[in-house]
């Protein structure tokens, strides 16, 4: 079965960083491009940033581009986002998933928290 496991979320002030991982099984993960999704306070979920198959192609919203980084890991099932500089509206409940033209997979993780805070 799909499992998607996010961790490294916590409280950090602005203008810190946190790295979260999120560690992947039960479907072929280097077949797929992969992506870091945002549910912030209140609202709907967005994705924040993507990665290609082989790691070489990115995305990232323009509010994000300069201060993330996404990156994987194929050998460990693996997909990393870097968040330096954070803000405010960096704030939300972030999970991972398959992203491209299927879609992602029904089964989401449990997410893992970032609050940024004065």
């Known amino acids: 079965q799909v499992q998607l496991v996010e961790s490294g979320g916590g409280l950090v002030q602005p203008g810190g960083s946190l790295r979260l991982s999120c560690a992947a099984s039960g479907f072929i993960f280097s077949s797929n491009p992969m992506g870091w999704y945002r549910r912030p306070p209140g609202k709907g979920l967005e994705l924040v940033a993507s990665?290609?198959?082989?790691?070489?192609?990115?995305y990232y919203r323009d509010s994000e581009k300069g201060r993330f980084t996404i990156s994987r890991a194929n050998a460990n099932n693996t997909i990393y986002l870097q968040m330096n500089d954070m803000k405010l509206e960096d704030t939300g409940v972030y999970y991972c998933?398959?992203?491209?033209?299927?879609?992602?997979?029904?089964?989401w993780g449990k997410g893992t928290q970032v609050t940024v805070s004065s």
């Open positions: 998933n398959k992203f491209g033209g299927d879609g992602p997979f029904s089964a």
């Open positions: 990665i290609t198959t082989g790691g070489d192609g990115t």
